[in-house]
């Protein structure tokens, strides 16, 4: 499973981004975002990778973020969400956008994506009506920002060595708002790490 790659950037097209790594060209499916947001080509380029694996292809898909694969990861779990529709909405609406539309409950917002009719905006809601996205754009449902006991949390596994974007992946992702203080977020986020 290929995970992470990073590379010489050669070659980027609308939907495709073409790494080199040490000799093998690799070519990601691309959300119109990552491509527009990544390096240009000829400098090195990081991505996140989810490998897909049909019957007849292997597809890999590149994000720039970890955060941006979270959502794609979250779309595709949806029932009859696959993984050319994730991407298409992703390139029409930015994830930050998409998390917020979830979070909020706002499907006319998501309908607007393109591959995103309102049946599914409303199943993408339903489905994922419990997923919290910490990054997610606009205010969450509940009228708060990250909330402050996290945010001790994410600063706590960072001085355990853990880089910025990872704690706060870890912590978010276990971060249920019962918590009465850093060090139970913390615990969790380490054991499951």
């Known amino acids: 499973m290929i995970a992470y790659l990073k590379g010489t950037i050669i070659d980027k097209t609308t939907n495709n981004i073409i790494v080199d790594v040490n000799g093998v060209g690799y070519c990601l499916i691309c959300s119109a975002f990552t491509v527009s947001e990544s390096a240009t080509i000829n400098s090195v380029g990081e ?4 490998m897909a694996i049909k019957q007849d292809a292997i597809e890999l898909y590149g994000f ?6 979270e959502v794609f990861l979250s779309l595709i779990t949806v029932t009859g969400v696959g993984v ?3 991407i298409q909405i992703l390139s029409n609406m930015h994830y930050r956008k998409v998390a917020g539309c979830i979070e909020s409950g706002d499907p006319d917002t998501l309908t607007t994506a393109k591959a995103c009719s309102k ?13 919290k996205f910490y990054f997610a754009e606009g205010v969450s449902k509940n009228n708060v920002e990250i909330p ?10 960072v001085s355990l060595g853990l880089n910025k974007k990872e704690a706060t992946i ?3 992702e276990v971060f249920l708002g019962d918590e009465t203080t850093p060090e139970e977020i913390v615990k969790k986020a ?3 790490f």
């Open 64 to 69: 720039n973020s970890l955060e941006e694969k």
């Open 47 to 50: 991505f996140y990778c989810y």
């Open 84 to 86: 050319k529709s994730a």
């Open 190 to 192: 380490l054991k499951n």
């Open 170 to 172: 870890r912590a978010g």
């Open 119 to 131: 049946k599914t905006a409303e199943r993408l809601i339903l489905e994922l009506k419990n997923k």
């Open 148 to 157: 402050s006991i996290l945010n001790e949390a994410i600063m706590a596994l």
